[in-house]
């Protein structure tokens, strides 16, 4: 596609619930991130894809958030038994190469709301 | 422990002057840092790279600048305009990770007045 597209756009669920957020990278690019923005906050470095290679998933808060990256394209984060805590703007990025200075395209986020 | 540092509170100015805005960091020896907008309900848009040997990069209307030995670095928009409105965040690599791993400011909010 033409830049990242993140699905849904907002969410809202039930503290206790599962929910999946989506996203689907640049064509062709095989380097994929997801971080988060809380309010006030900087975003936060949750996990990186590079390829077919593991995985860094250094930034997870807790193992609760899972992630995966199915046939090298598109990318699943998942929260089980969401907490309020977890109310944040999940940003997922993409870029021709993991490696330094490459430019880091995001698409516009999935607002997850937790009631 | 490590920190990047922006100014969180929002910088007001009149149309046509120039916006400065700041990025501190402490305890990274980062080769490059990296410029982003964001508006809001948007994710960040990249603006510029600069690394560690250039001390100035234009672009357009945007300057920045670069001082390993301060461990800082200025963004600049020259000629504000309304349409500049936005929050500004700086991001560098936290490095030795073996990929990318850009770790980001808290942004600040650029009010540009007609």
């Known amino acids: 596609g033409a830049g990242v597209s993140q699905s849904p756009s907002n969410k809202v669920t039930e503290k206790g619930k599962d929910v999946e957020l989506r996203c689907d990278p640049i064509s062709g690019h095989t380097a994929l991130y997801w971080y988060r923005q809380s309010l006030g906050q900087g975003l936060e470095f949750l996990i990186y894809?590079?390829?077919?290679?593991?995985?860094?998933k250094s930034g997870l808060p807790s193992d609760r958030f899972s992630a995966e990256r199915t046939g090298g394209s598109v990318s699943t984060l998942t929260i089980q038994r969401t907490q309020q805590e977890d109310s944040a703007v999940y940003l997922c990025?993409?870029?021709?190469?993991?490696?330094?200075?490459?430019?880091?395209?995001f698409g516009e986020g999935s607002w997850l709301t937790v009631v | 422990s490590q920190k990047i540092e922006q100014n969180s509170e929002a910088l007001n100015i009149q149309e046509g002057k120039t916006a400065t805005l700041t990025c501190n960091y402490t305890?990274?020896?980062?080769?490059?840092l990296q410029w982003y907008r964001q508006d809001p309900g948007r994710g960040p848009v990249f603006l510029l790279l600069i690394r560690e040997n250039e001390k100035e990069k234009r672009k357009e209307r945007l300057k920045v600048t670069f001082d390993t030995t301060l461990k800082q670095s200025l963004f600049h928009i020259t000629a504000s305009q309304p349409a500049d409105s936005a929050t500004y965040l700086c991001?560098?690599?936290?490095?030795?990770?073996?990929?990318?791993?850009?770790?980001f400011g808290t942004g600040t909010r650029l009010l540009v007045s007609p």
């Open positions: 894809f590079q390829g077919n290679s593991a995985p860094d």
């Open positions: 305890n990274y020896s980062p080769a490059y």
């Open positions: 990025a993409s870029s021709s190469l993991g490696s330094s200075g490459n430019t880091i395209y």
């Open positions: 991001a560098l690599d936290e490095g030795n990770t073996g990929f990318q791993k850009l770790v």
